[in-house]
């Protein structure tokens, strides 16, 4: 895992991948997706806005993060005094609908968080390398019920043009990754004009992409 990687990320002043709002995935499949849910786990959440966005609509957010920097400015952003208790030796960050993590994502189990009808996964499977992507994608699918739905966002650009992270993954990957899961593209827009870097880097094109994947029986 490296930790090197992201710690030097959430050393600087601001990061490329945080978004000042909810996904826009998020809100539009809301209703559809999330909004008769008790609790919705966003794995590798960062400090993301997902996790107040869900807690507003009253649905426990459970992140896990492993970064203490991300996930104290998340609290301080959003104004919350968490409770910290040490489970493990894993630190737990609550706030009224939110219970944060601050662990290795691997670390986590059913003991800690239980499993989940919903999980939401937005910039998590595309940080991680290669090798690691198997690894999380039992993981994930451990942390799920039977009958549960993963909601994932990937992107898509030309391989060749951007080495990532983001990793470019498809179809076909998340196919290996959850086999026997009942894949389906939910939406996908371009996200070209969203950050400077994407220019820059001169992509032909640049997608997000929703994944529903399910399974008939796990
Ligand atoms: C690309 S960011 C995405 C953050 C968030 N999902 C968002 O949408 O803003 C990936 C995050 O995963 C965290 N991370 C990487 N490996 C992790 C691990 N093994 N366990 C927990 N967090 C991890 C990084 O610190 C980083 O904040």
Same mark, same amino acid.
């Given at each position: 895992m490296?930790?090197?990687?992201?710690?030097?990320?959430?050393?600087?002043?601001?990061?490329?991948?945080?978004?000042?709002a909810p996904h826009h995935f998020l809100t539009k499949y809301f209703p559809a997706y999330l909004s008769h849910q008790e609790r919705v786990l966003l794995p590798l959440c960062g400090k993301t806005q997902?996790?107040?966005?869900?807690?507003?609509?009253? +649905?426990?957010? +459970?992140? +896990?993060?492993?970064?203490?920097?991300?996930?104290?400015? /998340? /609290?301080?952003?959003?104004?919350?005094?968490?409770?910290?208790?040490?489970?493990?030796?894993?630190?737990?960050?609550?706030?009224?609908?939110?219970?944060?993590?601050?662990?290795? /994502?691997?670390?986590?189990?059913?003991?800690?968080?239980g499993r989940f009808e919903?999980?939401?996964?937005?910039?998590?499977? +595309?940080?991680?390398?290669?090798?690691?992507?198997?690894?999380?994608?039992?993981?994930l699918v451990k942390l799920l019920k039977s009958e549960g739905k993963i909601l994932l966002v990937t992107m898509d650009y030309v391989a060749e043009e951007m080495s990532g992270p983001p990793f470019r993954i498809d179809l076909l990957e998340l196919e290996r990754l959850f086999p026997n899961a009942i894949i389906k593209e939910l939406d996908r827009t371009s996200i070209l004009d969203s950050h400077p870097r994407w220019r820059e880097l001169k992509l032909s094109y640049l997608d997000e992409v929703l994944y529903d994947i399910h399974f008939n029986e796990l």
């Amino acid at each position: 895992m490296d930790f090197e990687f992201w710690n030097n990320c959430w050393a600087r002043p601001t990061q490329p991948f945080h978004l000042t709002a909810p996904h826009h995935f998020l809100t539009k499949y809301f209703p559809a997706y999330l909004s008769h849910q008790e609790r919705v786990l966003l794995p590798l959440c960062g400090k993301t806005q997902d996790l107040n966005f869900l807690a507003k609509h009253g +649905i426990h957010a +459970i992140g +896990i993060e492993f970064n203490p920097v991300a996930v104290d400015s /998340f /609290f301080k952003d959003s104004g919350l005094a968490p409770t910290i208790t040490d489970e493990d030796g894993k630190a737990r960050y609550q706030a009224p609908c939110i219970d944060l993590w601050c662990a290795d /994502f691997f670390d986590i189990t059913t003991s800690d968080v239980g499993r989940f009808e919903r999980i939401f996964d937005r910039a998590a499977l +595309i940080a991680l390398p290669d090798e690691l992507r198997p690894a999380y994608a039992q993981h994930l699918v451990k942390l799920l019920k039977s009958e549960g739905k993963i909601l994932l966002v990937t992107m898509d650009y030309v391989a060749e043009e951007m080495s990532g992270p983001p990793f470019r993954i498809d179809l076909l990957e998340l196919e290996r990754l959850f086999p026997n899961a009942i894949i389906k593209e939910l939406d996908r827009t371009s996200i070209l004009d969203s950050h400077p870097r994407w220019r820059e880097l001169k992509l032909s094109y640049l997608d997000e992409v929703l994944y529903d994947i399910h399974f008939n029986e796990l």
